[in-house]
């Protein structure tokens, strides 16, 4: 990541049961978000209740409105109100200070 300031962008969500086309339509966001201008990096993980957290992180607020204009986001944000999500909150945060550690190989 680089040094901040920069912008997470907190998606949290609980899935309703079934696929419904869901993971190929994530994978194709992953594909569409990683290729757009100011996208930094994601972070997601999601537990056995079926709720999810994935941050994305990026460059500045023009990068996030951006996304959120795209049309195939668009269409995907309505398809998740409508069948995937059961219910989901969305929080953006400027970044001001972040560390990191990574334990060396065969410590």
């Known amino acids: 990541m680089p040094e901040p300031p920069y912008y997470a962008v ?7 049961e079934g696929d ?3 993971a190929a339509r994530n994978e194709r966001m992953m594909e569409l978000a990683t290729a757009r201008p100011g996208f930094l990096g994601i972070d997601s993980a999601r537990g056995a209740d079926g709720l999810g957290i994935t941050v994305s992180y990026w460059r500045d607020e023009e990068s996030i409105a951006a996304w959120r204009e795209d049309a195939e986001h668009t269409l995907a944000r309505a398809d998740g109100r409508e069948q995937w999500y059961a219910s989901y909150a969305l929080h953006v945060a400027r970044v001001e200070r972040a560390h990191a550690f990574t334990r060396p190989a065969g410590a």
């Open 10 to 16: 907190v998606f949290t969500a609980v899935r309703t």
């Open 20 to 22: 419904h086309g869901y």
